[in-house]
């Protein structure tokens, strides 16, 4: 592959002459270069789209379903290339980005799988007088063309989740992947079209805001997915007129951790939770509330555990923590740790930067109005809270404006399902961190969090119409 990324507008592969220097987190090289659409580019690319809605519709889902499995045998083939590209475009871990590509052929062949299960319903009409000899049924219809925004922090795996189940419910797409890996969603593109999509059912372009935007205002656009932060998606939804959105977008997930839970099963899971990919998912645990009875002996195990974690070059596969995605970004971080410390937080371990490196970092005696508390961090930052009762940690779990997923570590029934009812937010994980996501789950949150749900048949419901059909048989 290039180490200049080309955009993909209706089947040919293109340049522009105003382009981005890619860098890796790490490292702050260059590793490559981005091509900037034009207007014009994005205009070719959206009638291209619109254009090949017509084919997409009348593909028949055995073939819509092929494509799909052979793109993810392509991935498969290629998945250590992947891999690294990924790691070295993000600063993600090897480890990580292998995850990563393990999830996304799950995804593609699951969304293969709901190509030919899409399917209407018998809708009885004889419980009105004077319908009894009419046949009622619904048929599901592709919406048209879909617009896909993604982030760096799963680069492939989030594009594959908008893209598969779009192609699975033949419809044609446009995608704007994160401008920190514009070659990991050029990979997409590659595999797609050799697997037999028709060429212009897949345009890539790369951009800013405006590009976003001209793509988001389109009228040709039927459906938006886009993954981001809560502005952004505020600002989508503001923009796109009259169409259909599935947002998902920020949060600041907390877990409550019971006086009866097992601490060997608790600690390690949110360990992970706190800090598998760097913090920099939605769904990381930032806020752990800890029944006082046993606070102590698990904020001791807690920054035993996670002194535990190897920090450095993603590259190495022994590597746990690597780089976030900018230096930006790491010092937003430190400087939210120092404001905290400055208003009566105590760092336990970590809560230094060096370069895009902030190392794994656990506050204690944190405030709700502390921005490591009530904001979104997206870094390798968590907080502890001692809480007397369970009401008291479920009622400062639900205090955010974000709802995405939660947990709950307790070994009481009664507890769990109450936890479960109360908490207002997309996904509750008994005895899990908020972190736990397999990708057939329907994914997706409450409030700021978002709108809809992701997962391959939630989506491919999402990106069809339902038609009503009448017989009269009299």
């Keep these: 592959m290039s180490t200049e990324a080309r955009m993909l507008i209706d089947g040919e592969w293109q340049t522009s002459a105003n382009k981005a220097p890619v860098r890796n987190p790490y ?25 090949v809605a ?22 498969e083939q290629r998945g250590e290339e ?19 590509v393990d999830r996304s052929l799950l995804t593609l062949r699951m969304c293969a799988e709901e190509a030919v299960r899409i399917a209407g319903e018998q809708i009885p009409l004889d419980l009105v007088p004077g319908s009894e000899k009419r046949l009622g049924f619904t048929i599901r219809e592709p919406i048209g063309v879909v617009a896909a925004i993604t982030p760096f922090n799963a ?25 920190q890996a514009p070659r990991t969603g050029q990979f997409l593109g590659e595999v797609l079209l050799e697997a037999g999509l028709p060429p212009a059912a897949i345009n890539i372009v790369y951009g800013g805001v405006d590009v976003g935007l001209q793509i988001v205002k389109d009228d040709r656009v039927a459906l938006i997915a886009f993954t981001g932060s809560a502005r952004a998606g505020l600002a989508i939804r503001d923009a796109c007129g009259f169409k259909k959105l599935i947002l998902e977008l920020g949060s600041n997930a907390g877990v409550y951790v019971h006086a009866d839970a097992r601490l060997d099963k608790a600690v390690p899971e949110l360990v992970k939770g706190a800090f598998f990919t760097t913090g920099q998912a939605c769904i990381s645990t930032q806020r752990i509330y800890v029944h006082e ?15 535990r974690l190897r920090v450095g070059d993603p590259t190495d596969p022994s590597t746990d923590v690597g780089p976030v995605i900018d230096e930006a970004a790491a010092r937003r971080i430190e400087q939210w740790i120092q404001e905290a410390v400055q208003q009566g937080a105590r760092v336990l371990c970590g809560g230094t930067r060096q370069g895009a490196l902030v190392q794994p970092t656990v506050l204690t005696d944190v405030a709700p109005a502390m921005k490591v508390v009530c904001e979104e961090v997206f870094g390798p930052l968590v907080s502890l809270l001692p809480v007397s009762s369970p009401e008291e940690a479920l ?7 974000y709802g995405l997923q939660a947990g709950v570590f307790t070994q009481d029934i009664d507890l769990a399902f109450r936890a479960a009812r109360q908490l207002r937010v997309g996904g509750v994980m008994v005895n899990d961190s908020s972190r ?9 949150g409450v409030k700021l969090s978002g709108i809809g749900r992701e997962g391959p048949r939630f989506s491919v419901e999402q990106m069809t119409e339902t038609k009503l059909i009448i017989l009269n048989l009299d």
């Design 155 to 179: 680069p492939f795996n989030l594009i594959c989740h908008k893209v598969g189940p779009a192609i699975a419910a033949g419809n044609a797409t446009i995608v704007k992947p994160a401008p």
């Design 82 to 100: 992947l891999a690294r590209l990924i790691t070295e475009e993000t600063g993600k871990t090897l480890r990580g980005s292998r995850v990563e």
């Design 293 to 307: 009875s046993i606070f102590a002996p698990f904020t001791e195990a807690f920054v035993q555990e996670t002194a």
């Design 395 to 401: 009622r400062q779990i639900n205090d955010t404006p």
């Design 54 to 75: 017509a084919e997409m519709r009348s593909m028949p889902a055995y073939r819509r379903a092929a494509i799909l499995r052979r793109a993810a045998d392509l991935v």
């Design 27 to 51: 490292t702050g090289a260059v590793v490559s270069e981005m091509p900037m659409a034009d207007s014009a580019q994005v205009e070719r690319a959206l009638q291209a789209a619109y254009e």
């Design 436 to 444: 736990y996501r397999i990708d057939t789950m329907p994914f997706g």
